[in-house]
């Protein structure tokens, strides 16, 4: 009931392209999913986040498309560039508890 | 924004010694503190929510004896690991925020490696 499924394990891109993540919950409760960026090394970093009530966010080049009936989310990354690859989380959650967790994307952006 | 600080970001112990991580909310309150662990290619795994003024909440399977949280102010949560062993090593990540203002906000970090 409260896991985040995630996939691909691991993505390869070429530089421009566009990187696309796929997730999907299972908790039909959970009102706010994340999606967060982490370097070898850090902790992990918010990039976009949305709540159900919208199917679409879009920060520059990071986009979240939200399918409710679906219980699926995505994040796409267009022109990707090399400076983006990194291990990407989705996540989601209710209220202020804590967050539930994919496993982790590895993008790499090859030139 | 928000930021939350974490320190140290690495630090190697002996085995049998205690190490303490500190985790501060700089420019907001937090009430609410979490604390995560993370194996190398892995996901963050929870170990404890940390509460201001009380006991923290921790996961199944997460020794509380072991993993000593306290929360004592709104801007600061500590992990204490004690009588560390090499099994203890890990990347530590404390958590911190509220989804209306700022969403979640993750420290840098702490890697401990027990030696």
């Known amino acids: 009931q409260q896991q985040v499924k995630q996939s691909p394990q691991s993505l390869i891109v070429q530089k421009g392209g566009i990187s696309i993540i796929n997730c999907a919950y299972e908790?039909?409760?959970?009102?706010?999913f994340p999606w967060y960026q982490q370097f070898p090394g850090k902790g992990p970093a918010l990039l976009i986040a949305?709540?159900?009530?919208?199917s679409e966010k879009k920060e520059g080049r990071f986009t979240i498309s939200f399918n409710k009936s679906a219980k699926q989310f995505s994040l796409h990354i267009m022109d990707s560039q090399p400076g983006d690859s990194a291990t990407y989380f989705c996540?989601?959650?209710?209220?202020?508890?804590?967050?539930?967790f994919g496993k982790g994307t590895r993008l790499s952006v090859i030139a | 924004g928000a930021v939350v600080s974490q320190h140290p970001s690495r630090v190697i112990c002996k085995s049998g010694t205690s190490v303490k991580i500190e985790c501060r909310s700089l420019?907001?309150?937090?009430?609410?503190m979490f604390w995560y662990r993370q194996f190398p290619k892995q996901s963050l795994m929870l170990m404890a929510t940390?509460?201001?003024?009380?006991?923290?909440?921790?996961e199944q399977g997460v020794e509380k004896d072991k993993f000593l949280i306290n929360h004592a102010s709104l801007t600061l949560s500590t992990l204490t690991v004690t009588s560390a062993h090499p099994e203890d090593s890990s990347f530590y990540i404390c958590?911190?925020?509220?989804?209306?203002?700022?969403?979640?906000?993750f420290g840098s970090g702490t890697r401990l490696t027990v030696v």
């Open positions: 958590s911190a925020g509220d989804r209306i203002n700022y969403g979640y906000t």
């Open positions: 908790n039909t409760a959970f009102d706010y």
């Open positions: 996540a989601g959650n209710l209220g202020n508890t804590p967050l539930v």
């Open positions: 420019d907001f309150q937090a009430t609410t």
């Open positions: 940390s509460n201001e003024g009380s006991k923290a909440t921790y």
């Open positions: 949305i709540r159900p009530d919208v």
